[in-house]
């Protein structure tokens, strides 16, 4: 177990040193590996709206919170984030400074490999794996073990050769998706992507089409529930109802497009609202501040002009 633990810690120092050796300064990057970003943060941001994508978020040094309907998320270097769908939260890093800087890699989950991967999983182990009927959770945070924190360096080490990322880059994010479906996160991961994914997939497409108006009884039969059944497992697996859903995933994307520079009326009708008035009053009953005196207050705070 000693060593074992030595080995992981001098793995995620591997790790730690590609981050710092490739983004020096503060800033989110993309690398040439599709799907995966670097990011340092120097300094303290409070929680603000946001939408996660599905993806893993690891850290490796400082520490990062998201909060999903109240339900406060704190993880650092000894838990990565899981997020299997899409989902308004608001997310800040609460402890960054220039001496001590939030650290971390971003891996979007691609849902067709984690389809595959969950499918040839499920078919392997047999039952016991499967996750049939039951509603995906929603974030989820899981340890760093063996098989996450190697695949994780094994990806990454492969930014120092471009011949190596074009010829292994697919197989590695291969891997360290199998990781992720096999570690403490897993169970919520392949109910997201397996057999029964029907939430995941209602949450995807509410995802993509805010602007119209789509009812439960319109999402329970595209995916063949009666309402009651859709309503209570929709509630299981994101703590909000459907209803709740909508409303904070245009709320929070309203309030990204504010952050952006877009006025508040932009901002509402490009999410769905026909009038500035109720998203005004929405938005305050969320927030507890209008959208301008919110976005000026934010501005003080983050030193935006």
Known sequence: MKVFCQLKSMSKEQIKAIIERRLP??????TA?????????????????AVYEPAVVAILNGTKEAILDGEH????????????????????????????PLLGVVITLEPRMM????????????SG??????????????????????????????????????VLGPGRLRELCYAVLMGEAGTAARRAFGVGNEIARTIDYLSN????????????????????????????????????FVKSMRLNNAAM????????????????YQSSS?????????????PRQWSHDRQLTTGVA
């Not at 497009?257 to 769905?272: L, P, R």
């Not at 005004?280 to 969320?286: A, D, N, V, W, Y």
């Open 25 to 30: 300064a503060a800033g989110l990057v993309d």
């Open 209 to 244: 089409h805010l602007t119209e108006q789509v009812t439960i009884d319109d999402m329970a039969d595209n995916v063949g529930m009666s309402r009651a059944v859709f309503h209570r497992r929709f509630k299981e697996a994101t703590t909000m109802s459907p209803i709740q």
């Open 33 to 49: 590996l599709r799907g995966v970003q670097l990011f340092r943060v120097t300094e303290a941001m409070p929680c603000a709206p």
């Open 278 to 290: 109720q998203f005004s009053r929405e938005f305050k009953r969320i927030y507890g501040q209008s």
């Open 129 to 166: 794996r499967q996750s049939r009927g039951v509603a995906p959770s929603a974030l989820a945070l899981a340890s760093w073990d063996a098989g996450f924190t190697e695949a994780l360096l094994r990806l990454l080490e492969l930014l120092e050769n471009s011949v190596d990322l074009e």
């Open 73 to 100: 998320h704190i993880y650092d270097c000894d838990n990565y984030l899981l997020c299997p769908m899409t989902l308004p939260v608001e997310a800040g890093t609460p402890q960054a400074s220039e001496e001590d």
């Open 115 to 126: 389809r595959e991967l969950t499918m040839e999983i499920e078919s392997a182990a047999g």
């Open 257 to 272: 497009k504010i952050a952006e520079g877009k006025t508040v009326s932009e901002a509402a009708w490009e999410v769905g």
